[in-house]
């Protein structure tokens, strides 16, 4: 039977409150009223004041587990969504909520330490550097593949699913690209587009998680490689981590909400909050994989997003998919790291793997046993275009 825009929203509220659901909201609306109008643009203030009103008392008559009229749902969604799980523009090598529209901020009411715990702060903008944009050199049609970021020397991480935007293959053997088609990498992508180096080879394509690595040519010396944890984010429920990649415009999303929360600008590198929600099962390529599942308010282009860990400062899971109202899904770096062949690409986990393996050696059997194509291509450059 399906599922009504409302018992989604009853739903995700429960998930991102703990299970304190509308009640928790209508406290934190209350005591942050002042910061959330000001905050939402559009609408101008009055219109936020009286958007915050319908909102309240929509989150009322959810509370009592009552129906809400449908003109109020949108007003629900524009402040509950951006009020706790909130988007930062990163301009400049750090991060506020106003980097592009005016001088910088505080942070939002419920991550203000974000920005003015100093130590948090630093240790997410360490990681800042290593996260970039994936580009495709050779068309205009499409404005990126997804996001990507450093895991080693001259290596990059990304999804599967953008990287057979680009290259054809599966596993380790015979990886080439696809006639015509060359990408890059660009770490800025902020207000401006900055230097793209280009990927010359792909290392690798996972045949079971949504995971691939690329080796770029000449990524900057200067660039701190993110340490991937070896602890399991499944096993981390309700961990605070930050989701950091470039969120495109999604059409499965109400455009209304999505221009509030991202303020009328997409594909730049944003930082987007938000907890770690346990395991969760989803389908992937076919089959069902047990993936980290978390609430960062993620768009379409933020595939191949980091999530890092707050707590530890490590990247914790590489986001692959979300469904809006719902939950996201990532790539746990635990389960990575109990794969032979991806620590042998000599990625910077942060410690050795349990001895207990993995459950997809027959993926991997399928990928080796998979006929070899008529021409491989090592060098992205070398590609026709």
């Given at each position: 039977m399906p599922v009504s825009k409302e018992q989604r929203l009853r739903q995700y509220l429960d998930l991102i409150t703990g299970g304190r659901g509308a009640e928790e909201v209508i406290a934190t609306v209350r005591e942050h009223a002042g910061t959330i109008a000001e905050s939402m643009a559009p609408?101008?203030?009055?219109?936020?004041?009286?958007?915050?009103?319908?909102?309240?008392?929509?989150?009322?008559?959810?509370?009592?587990?009552?129906?809400?009229?449908?003109?109020?749902?949108?007003?629900?969604?524009?402040?509950?969504?951006?009020?706790?799980?909130?988007?930062y523009d990163i301009a400049g090598g750090t991060f506020s909520t106003s980097v592009f529209d005016g001088p910088a901020t505080p942070g939002h009411a419920l991550w203000t330490k974000l920005?003015?715990?100093?130590?948090?702060?630093?240790?997410?903008?360490?990681?800042?550097?290593?996260?970039?944009?994936?580009?495709?050199?050779?068309?205009?049609?499409?404005?990126?593949?997804?996001?990507?970021?450093?895991?080693?020397?001259?290596?990059?991480?990304?999804?599967?699913?953008?990287?057979?935007?680009?290259?054809?293959?599966?596993?380790?053997?015979n990886?080439?690209?696809?006639?015509?088609?060359?990408?890059?990498?660009?770490?800025?992508?902020?207000?401006?587009?900055?230097?793209?180096?280009?990927?010359?080879?792909?290392?690798?394509?996972?045949?079971?998680?949504?995971?691939?690595?690329?080796?770029a040519d000449g990524l900057p010396p200067g660039i701190a490689v993110p340490a991937l944890s070896i602890e399991d984010s499944r096993d981390m429920l309700r961990d605070e981590i930050v989701a950091i990649g470039y969120p495109a415009f999604d059409s499965r999303n109400?455009?209304?909400?999505?221009?509030?929360?991202f303020r009328s600008r997409f594909q730049v590198k944003r930082l987007q909050p938000?907890?770690?929600?346990?395991?969760?099962?989803?389908?992937?390529?076919?089959?069902?994989?047990?993936?980290?599942?978390?609430?960062?308010?993620?768009?379409?282009?933020?595939s191949g997003s980091a999530l890092?860990?707050?707590?530890?400062?490590?990247?914790?899971?590489?986001?692959?998919?979300?469904?809006?109202?719902?939950?996201?899904?990532?790539?746990?770096?635990?389960?990575?790291?109990?794969?032979?062949?991806?620590?042998d690409l000599g990625l910077n986990f942060a410690g050795s793997a349990s001895s207990s393996g993995n459950d997809w050696g027959a993926w991997w059997d399928k990928a080796d046993r998979a006929a070899a194509p008529e021409t491989a291509v090592a060098d992205g450059g070398g590609a026709d275009g």
């Open positions: 609408p101008a203030a009055p219109m936020a004041e009286e958007a915050l009103k319908s909102a309240r008392g929509a989150l009322e008559e959810l509370a009592m587990g009552r129906e809400i009229a449908p003109d109020a749902m949108g007003n629900v969604e524009a402040i509950i969504i951006p009020l706790l799980r909130p988007v920005t003015t715990d100093a130590a948090l702060k630093s240790r997410i903008e360490a990681v800042l550097p290593a996260i970039g944009r994936i580009e495709l050199l050779w068309t205009t049609d499409i404005p990126y593949g997804g996001t990507g970021f450093i895991v080693g020397s001259n290596l990059l991480m990304t999804n599967r699913h953008v990287a057979q935007i680009f290259a054809q293959g599966l596993g380790e053997r990886l080439r690209y696809i006639s015509g088609r060359a990408a890059g990498i660009d770490f800025k992508r902020d207000r401006d587009a900055g230097h793209v180096f280009t990927i010359k080879s792909v290392r690798m394509i996972h045949p079971y998680w949504d995971m691939a690595i690329l080796e109400p455009a209304d909400v999505q221009g509030g929360m938000g907890l770690l929600q346990g395991r969760g099962e989803t389908d992937s390529f076919g089959k069902i994989v047990p993936a980290a599942t978390h609430d960062c308010s993620t768009l379409g282009g933020n890092l860990h707050l707590g530890s400062g490590k990247i914790v899971g590489l986001h692959f998919a979300g469904r809006y109202l719902e939950r996201n899904y990532a790539v746990p770096t635990a389960a990575l790291a109990a794969d032979k062949r991806v620590a």
